[in-house]
């Protein structure tokens, strides 16, 4: 679900710049985050002491005590309470009203109560994307019968997890997200980058490459997790690009990459044209696809270890890298590069 916030008066009129995504643990969002962390995690509680084991998070002594300390507290009411109705109802008439016995709920739970309020501001974002993890569903398939979905158990369990993260997420400017799959957190994509991902991922698969889309997908879940892996995701990148570009230019090649790809595209050219033409109104060459593909290929600068050239790939890498791929997937899977008509003589 994605949806956006009302800008400040002060930014429609123009007065204060458009509000950047905001990284970290807002001090605004944080105690609303942790209501709903305790809310949502009440609602499995046998999954709290398992959120904890995951997350390596040991319950402070000091949580025990208090709990046993109001364990007691709440036995005293009780039984204060309990000899109050029990002295009142001796003396009603038999057929009296009397109401029935008194109740003192439970005291919070240690372990809910812990992982909501006491840990850590910067173990939040891990919480509520295990919480995610073990508490929500998958989307229902589109052909799903509405009645069917509203009353699916999961889906309506997910749903009221998921609207009240999302507003808050949305409302703070959070980089974070709501997965497309429901079950965690991912960092926020720009709304073009976005759209031209989705395009991609789509061209390639009514294009017969669905493994192009799969490695896509990967990629962006490691590119945009909680905790990034741009170099992971740089992988599945050049993987996408391959899944398209070794079958249409290097089909009887053995051994296909990326980079021979890259060679066969400059060093036979000539064969080949691009669907943009250039000032004369000629159809265009291959050295824009070339250079794209050259970019790609050469800026995965730790693929190989222990060289000078080694260069941990940063997250603003990954996301370039990203731009790139699903431009090239979404140029070949529309052969927007193809072989040139070959001239009849005496055409």
């Given at each position: ?12 009129v123009g007065a204060a710049p458009v509000p950047t995504l905001v990284e970290g643990m807002p001090a605004s969002l ?286 603003e890498a990954g996301e370039a890298a990203l731009s790139i791929a699903t431009a090239l997937v979404t140029l070949f ?15």
């Amino acid at each position: 679900m994605r949806s956006t916030a009302r800008p400040r008066l002060s930014v429609r009129v123009g007065a204060a710049p458009v509000p950047t995504l905001v990284e970290g643990m807002p001090a605004s969002l944080e105690p609303a985050l942790r209501d709903w962390i305790y809310e949502t995690a009440a609602q499995g509680r046998q999954e709290v002491r398992h959120v904890l084991i995951r997350l390596d998070l040991e319950l402070p002594r000091l949580y025990l005590k208090q709990y046993q300390r109001e364990l007691r507290d709440r036995e005293a009411e009780l039984a204060e309470l309990t000899a109050q109705w029990e002295a009142e109802s001796s003396m009603r008439e038999e057929k009296a009203y009397i109401p029935g016995r008194p109740s003192v709920p439970m005291p919070p739970d240690p372990y809910l109560r812990f992982l909501a309020y006491g840990t850590e501001p910067e173990i939040l974002w891990d919480v509520v994307d295990d919480l995610l993890s073990a508490l929500c569903s998958e989307p229902l398939p589109p052909e799903t019968l509405p009645i069917v979905a509203r009353w699916h158990s999961g889906a309506r369990r997910t749903k009221r997890i998921t609207e009240p993260l999302n507003r808050l997420l949305v409302e703070s400017r959070s980089v974070y997200e709501v997965a497309p799959d429901q079950r965690g957190l991912q960092r926020r994509m720009e709304e073009g980058l976005s759209e031209a991902f989705a395009t991609a991922a789509d061209v390639a698969e009514s294009s017969g490459y669905p493994a192009a889309r799969r490695h896509l997908e990967r990629a962006r879940d490691k590119l945009f997790a909680v905790h990034a892996d741009a170099s992971g995701a740089y992988v599945d990148l050049i993987r996408a690009v391959e899944a398209v570009a070794c079958p249409m230019f290097l089909p009887r090649n053995p051994l296909p990459t990326l980079g021979k790809v890259r060679d066969h595209l400059r060093d036979a050219g000539a064969k080949y044209e691009y669907v943009l033409t250039d000032k004369s109104g000629t159809q265009g060459t291959t050295a824009g696809v070339v250079a794209m593909l050259t970019d790609l290929w050469e800026g995965h600068g730790d693929r190989h270890a222990g060289g000078p050239r080694e260069v941990p790939v940063s997250q603003e890498a990954g996301e370039a890298a990203l731009s790139i791929a699903t431009a090239l997937v979404t140029l070949f899977s529309r052969r927007a590069v193809r072989l040139r008509p070959v001239e009849r003589p005496g055409a």
